[in-house]
């Protein structure tokens, strides 16, 4: 195994064991208390009681915050005067499900557990669920929950009266009047991407295009869990569905859990609870879908782990521990035969799917093997991991095409063999399945002299990568199709924004992948799933896999911007791509890093102490931010990607004035995405210097230029925050991103300021 590839995998594997080995249960609760430091104090607001309203201001009814502190409603809208918030509005009734990820995270150093129920008005067998089985939720957290003492309202003090209104005036001095001016409404693009009357038509024949080379995708607002168990819970509304389509896609993806969707039989009478509804909507979607050529696919992440409650009842088939309770082992013929029939049964039902994709060696515990634990099953341990996932794809493949024999089956290799070479898992697939790697894994890249490999997804790195091809050429000489994960939107290099406008890069690997002779793409996992212009350069490639990439870059260019200025906005997207390839890659740096937050990640006056959490809160955690790279080399990097999105914001906006009138929306959205991605990059290499600078003034080692600096870069990140505010309050997609909900919303662009400020007070008087 690769070197870098098996310290990730060994990292990851401890900080799981940590994590499940240290839990604790409340008395008669589900939920984790586990290790529980002190939590982080919001020092820069008058108490917790006005960081409770602030941070919960326009997401949660002021009424419910009044019963979180057990105080009069009255006295939360006066709290809220006090600190220059604008009036309350009332909260959509789907936040409740929209943005409980997003309240979760901002309250979570503020109040314990029963407050946070009531905030987010979930049960506590609800937000164990929660945290548990959507997407680690808990490990974007932490892994642990800080410990805090329930807030309460109290009348302010002379000193908070005194606190409230110094923030009134930063407020007011820095903000003005558009604090209280109109916003687009948060996740204003679900309505705008639904809407039927301003979509594109459906393709001429629908058929010829779903059948015109797999390009499959996630949507861009999906709900992850459980999205068919409501009707009006729709992933893929019919104008999106258009809108995708138009782009070239012909497949998208849905999150399932087999025992919901299909009948357990008298095997497992305690599945399939609701499967009617869920396969009734599943119908519904399949049929709409097929208007526009697109086919559904379902996330194949079985069988999925039970609790230890179910073993009690099935002794026989208990499976190796771990994260979600214990596998359903399948060396075991019951479990097997379940798994077959489920598919059979729901591929019968809906008989118009498109397929499935497989995950069996990460993601939720499945198989024993799934999380590198074997050994602790007496029936898997000596068993070969290659054996035992082969089999498990074996039993979906033949439980799909039983149900429907032209169904595509596709095993992703995501995590056999540690990320490693996995020949004998491919060798012992069955003949019907397609094989799918991620293109640009282990590709080998230098930025800034540290030499480093690629070990998730990135769009800096243009793949594919040797494992990719490696696998795509043994699957290949078995005869098997293969298929190319990629990210053509954007990664977690910076998730928060729809898509990232490095077209060249984009163009640059549909091109190596038209060498490779691939048979088609899953453009997205949760992140990545708008119907933006880059799809429309893995459209081109599909159709003309000899197409030169200049070429397609320029058509695009002049599709978009017209012909007078799209020369020059193809020059624009040159330097966002050139910019683009200094990003210092490396997984520790997309799951730590604070790029995802950018200008809205605080600055701390003092060290947190708190450890970066994987793409949740990155605090001000630099070492675990900038994995292999010197902090020096790590802020320079960031320097150089910002320095080229600043170039090719110039270009557009020099010539924004050439776009003709009809495609001057979609240039100006262009515009904000990548100023916005401008602004995230040069505030992350701002962070890293305020970190180093407040450091040395801690010990007491700054010299007058260093607090100079200081105060420089202070200045630096309040200008970015109000800028980013103003971006955020034009356009509701910045900041959001399905599996994470919004990272940030306008408020806590505002409260960035209040901390810069706070911060300014306290080092450098």
């Known amino acids: 195994m690769d070197h870098l590839v098996f310290r990730i995998v060994f990292a990851v594997a401890v900080l799981l064991?940590?994590?499940?080995?240290?839990?604790?249960i409340l008395a008669d609760s589900p939920l984790t208390v586990g290790s529980n430091p002190p939590a982080i104090e919001p020092a820069h607001f008058p108490d917790r009681a006005h960081a409770l309203v602030w941070r919960n201001w326009h997401l949660v009814e002021?009424?419910?915050?009044?019963?979180?502190l057990s105080t009069e409603e009255a006295n939360v809208h006066g709290l809220a005067e006090s600190m220059g918030l604008p009036a309350a509005r009332p909260i959509p009734n789907d936040y409740h499900e929209r943005m409980y990820i997003t309240i979760l995270r901002r309250n979570w150093h503020l109040v314990p557990y029963?407050?946070?129920?009531?905030?987010?008005?979930?049960?506590?067998?609800?937000?164990?669920?929660?945290?548990?089985?959507?997407?680690?939720?808990?490990?974007?957290?932490?892994?642990?929950?800080?410990?805090?003492?329930?807030?309460?309202?109290?009348?302010?003090?002379?000193?908070?009266?005194?606190r409230a209104a110094e923030i009134r005036k930063l407020v007011e001095r820095h903000f003005g009047k558009a604090l209280h001016e109109p916003a687009e409404p948060r996740f204003h693009f679900i309505e705008q991407l639904s809407d039927e009357t301003t979509a594109p038509p459906p393709p001429d024949d629908p058929a010829a295009h779903r059948a015109d080379g797999l390009r499959f995708i996630y949507s861009y607002f999906a709900l992850f869990g459980d999205p068919l168990a409501h009707a009006d819970r729709d992933p893929f509304p019919d104008g999106l569905l258009a809108r995708l389509a138009d782009t070239g896609v012909n497949g998208v993806w849905l999150h399932i859990v087999?025992?919901?969707?299909?009948?357990g039989g008298e095997q497992f009478p305690e599945f399939g609870a609701g499967h009617e509804e869920r396969l009734d909507n599943l119908n519904n979607l399949v049929q709409r879908a097929n208007r526009y050529g697109i086919a559904i696919y379902l996330y194949m992440n079985e069988p999925r782990a039970m609790p230890e409650s179910f073993f009690e009842s099935h002794p026989e088939l208990a499976g190796a521990p771990g994260h979600g309770g214990r596998a359903m082992c399948t060396s075991t013929p019951q479990?097997?035969?379940?798994?077959g029939d489920a598919l059979t049964h729901v591929f019968r039902e809906v008989p118009d799917l498109g397929g499935v994709f497989t995950i069996t060696a990460s993601e939720n515990l499945t198989n024993c093997a799934s999380h590198s634990n074997k050994n602790a099953c007496p029936r898997c341990a000596d068993r070969s991991e290659a054996d035992i996932i082969a089999e498990v794809n074996t039993v979906i493949e033949q439980g799909v095409h039983r149900g429907n024999p032209e169904a595509r089956v596709i095993a992703w290799d995501w995590g056999w063999n540690g990320h490693g070479d996995a020949s004998d898992h491919i060798a012992k697939l069955p003949d019907n399945i397609h094989l799918m790697s991620v293109s640009e894994w282990s590709l080998p890249i230098k930025r800034g002299g540290i030499e480093t490999a690629v070990g998730e997804?990135?769009?800096?790195?243009?793949?594919?990568?040797?494992?990719?091809?490696?696998?795509?050429?043994?699957?290949?000489?078995?005869g098997l199709k293969t298929i190319a994960k990629v990210q053509f939107n954007n990664t977690w290099e910076l998730a928060a924004l729809p898509y990232l406008p490095v077209m060249d890069l984009v163009a640059e690997h549909n091109a190596n992948l038209a060498r490779a002779g691939i048979d088609g793409t899953m453009l997205s996992w949760t992140l990545g799933g708008y119907p933006s212009p880059n799809l429309r350069i893995a459209?081109?490639?599909?159709?003309?896999?000899?197409?030169?990439?200049?070429?397609?870059?320029?058509?695009?260019?002049?599709?978009?911007?017209?012909?007078t200025a799209g020369p020059a906005m193809r020059q624009a997207w040159t330097h966002f791509s050139e910019g683009f390839r200094s990003y210092p890659y490396h997984i520790q740096v997309t799951y730590n890093?604070?790029?995802?937050?950018?200008?809205?990640?605080?600055?701390?006056?003092?060290?947190?102490?708190?450890?970066?959490?994987?793409?949740?809160?990155?605090?001000?955690?630099?070492?675990?931010?900038?994995?292999?790279?010197?902090?020096?080399?790590?802020?320079?990097?960031?320097?150089?990607?910002?320095?080229g999105f600043a170039l090719g914001l110039s270009v557009m906006r020099r010539n924004l004035d050439s776009v003709p009138t009809e495609k001057k929306a979609d240039a100006q959205s262009d515009l904000r995405i990548a100023e916005a991605a401008f602004l995230h990059f040069r505030s992350v290499a701002d962070q890293v210097e305020f970190i180093t600078l407040r450091d040395a003034v801690l010990t007491g080692d700054a010299s007058d230029a260093q607090r100079q600096n200081l105060d420089r870069v202070i200045d630096a990140e309040i200008a970015a925050a109000v800028r980013l505010f103003e971006l955020t309050q034009a356009d509701a997609r910045i900041g959001f991103e399905a599996a994470n909900q919004y990272f940030y919303t306008p408020l806590d662009l505002v409260e960035k300021v209040i901390t810069a400020e706070y911060a300014r007070d306290q080092l450098t008087p």
């Open 114 to 162: 029963e407050q946070l129920l009531t905030l987010l008005d979930f049960t506590e067998d609800e937000l164990a669920f929660a945290l548990y089985e959507d997407d680690f939720l808990f490990i974007k957290l932490g892994s642990l929950k800080p410990a805090v003492e329930a807030v309460r309202y109290r009348e302010p003090d002379a000193a908070a009266r005194r």
């Open 335 to 339: 479990v097997r035969q379940w798994l």
């Open 593 to 643: 890093g604070p790029q995802q937050m950018g200008p809205a990640n605080p600055l701390y006056a003092k060290s947190t102490g708190y450890r970066a959490t994987m793409t949740g809160i990155p605090y001000d955690a630099l070492d675990a931010w900038r994995g292999p790279y010197p902090p020096d080399v790590f802020r320079h990097q960031f320097e150089q990607v910002a320095e």
């Open 457 to 478: 997804y990135s769009l800096s790195a243009v793949g594919p990568g040797p494992r990719a091809q490696r696998h795509w050429k043994l699957a290949q000489e078995r």
């Open 539 to 563: 459209q081109r490639f599909a159709q003309e896999p000899d197409a030169d990439v200049d070429t397609v870059l320029d058509d695009l260019a002049d599709e978009r911007y017209g012909v």
């Open 62 to 68: 002021p009424a419910t915050i009044a019963e979180v």
């Open 17 to 24: 064991t940590v994590c499940f080995e240290s839990r604790t």
């Open 258 to 263: 087999l025992r919901d969707l299909a009948p």
